[in-house]
């Protein structure tokens, strides 16, 4: 059940910070067809300009991978794209793939692995990865538990994670 939920988050987190990338990126053809729910459009697009070695539209195809967005569901794929931008020391494909190590989604499970690009990349800011790494610390997988690590990599994802309050319901905000 514990292990579930850890799932269940580390999904929505990528769902959460791929959102947030969609949404910073330039708008274009591609990134149109996205916001308008048309994912193969924007996957055909995506592609050819990943294969050009596009960093942005990297991500974008690995996570229409992950989501069957566009293009049937393919693990494989998806951890594939995320560790071309993983290679390259961006933070966001980082985190991906140490999400699907911590899943064994597309690649085996490996908490140890998961915990090093989580590492790599909260040591850029991604306060995603350093919510990830508390947490792996403070179970013990993956590294050796540690509740003063835990709390140092809980108060850097605090630093730097963005305000969502504006989308969230009226209720909820501040």
Known sequence: MKLARIIFALTLSIAFCTVRTVVLADPDEAFTAYQKSDYATAFKLYHERALKGDVSAQGMVGTLY???????????????WFQKLAEQGNAKGQFALGGMYLAGRGVPQDYTKAAELFRNAAEQGEPFSALWLS???????????????????????????PDISDILPPQQQK
């Open 66 to 80: 992950a989501y069957g967005r566009g293009v049937k569901q393919d693990d494989n794929q998806a951890a594939f």
């Open 135 to 161: 947490m792996l610390y403070e179970q013990g997988q993956g590294v050796l538990k540690d509740p003063q690590q835990a709390a140092y990599w809980k108060k850097k994802s605090d630093e730097n994670m």
